[in-house]
Antibody, heavy 123, light 109 residues
Framework: EVQLVESGGGLVQPGGSLRLSCAASGFTFSSYEMNWVRQAPGKGLEWVSYISSSGSIIYYADSVKGRFTISRDNAKNSLYLQMNSLRAEDTAVYYC????????????????WGQGTLVTVSS | EIAMTQSPVSLSVSPGERATLSCRASQSVSSNLAWYQQKPGQAPRLLIYGASTRATGIPARFSGSGSGTEFTLTISSLQSEDFAVYFCQQYNDWPPVYTFGQGTKLEIK
């Protein structure tokens, strides 16, 4: 069974930092591209960042570029999001989400999601 | 950035009836359109990709159609478990700038 479990959320002051983790199991993590997607309370979904299966290709939404860093450790089956210079508008539930197998024709969608971890940026 | 607009914002439908949800893209996304269902306190679930292909395990009462800028999700006979928020997502851009619609809340009438 595919499982994605996020951790590391919490309350942080504006300008602060936080590192999110996502532990993956039930599939060959090193073969899949991964993403972070966030959802502000009561709001819609916003794609945040993408990382290729090897970690060599990375993209960010403009709203987080220069402040957030995505990374992965395939030996530990883990995905990370380092968030610096946090702002109130970064308050959201952060989900890690798997990009489907490219051979399946759904690349660019998100076929498995974690349960999310809440990040609150407030003084 | 491609903007996605969903309509209506909310929809009240009786169980057993059909629901039709719409999604419009600000420019063509070809068939690179997905639909997700989200229930309160849960992560989204992928329903449809490629505008019309059901994801694994999704019941046949869910169907998607459209291409270019206009898309529709139809739920043919609503079950109690279908009342939720539905989001569309375009994944046409590369490098990725994936964008979602604001959601349609499907409520019991």
């Amino acid at each position: 069974e595919v499982q994605l479990v996020e951790s590391g959320g919490g309350l942080v002051q504006p300008g602060g930092s936080l590192r999110l983790s996502c532990a993956a199991s039930g599939f060959t993590f090193s073969s899949y591209e991964m993403n972070w997607v966030r959802q502000a309370p009561g709001k819609g979904l916003e794609w945040v960042s993408y990382i290729s299966s090897s970690g060599s290709i990375i993209y960010y939404a403009d709203s987080v570029k220069g402040r957030f860093t995505i990374s992965r450790d395939n030996a530990k089956n883990s995905l990370y999001l380092q968030m610096n210079s946090l702002r109130a508008e970064d308050t959201a539930v952060y989900y890690c989400a798997r990009d489907p197998d490219p051979l399946g024709g759904a690349e660019g969608t998100f076929d498995y999601w974690g349960q999310g971890t809440l990040v609150t940026v407030s003084s | 950035e491609i903007a996605m607009t969903q309509s209506p914002v909310s929809l009240s439908v009786s169980p057993g009836e059909r629901a039709t949800l719409s999604c419009r893209a600000s420019q063509s996304v070809s068939s690179n359109l997905a639909w997700y269902q989200q229930k309160p306190g849960q992560a989204p679930r992928l329903l449809i990709y490629g505008a019309s292909t059901r994801a694994t395990g999704i019941p046949a009462r869910f169907s998607g159609s459209g291409s270019g800028t206009e898309f529709t999700l139809t739920i043919s006979s609503l079950q109690s478990e279908d009342f939720a928020v539905y989001f569309c997502q375009q994944y046409n851009d590369w490098p990725p700038v994936y964008t979602f619609g604001q959601g349609t809340k499907l409520e019991i009438k």
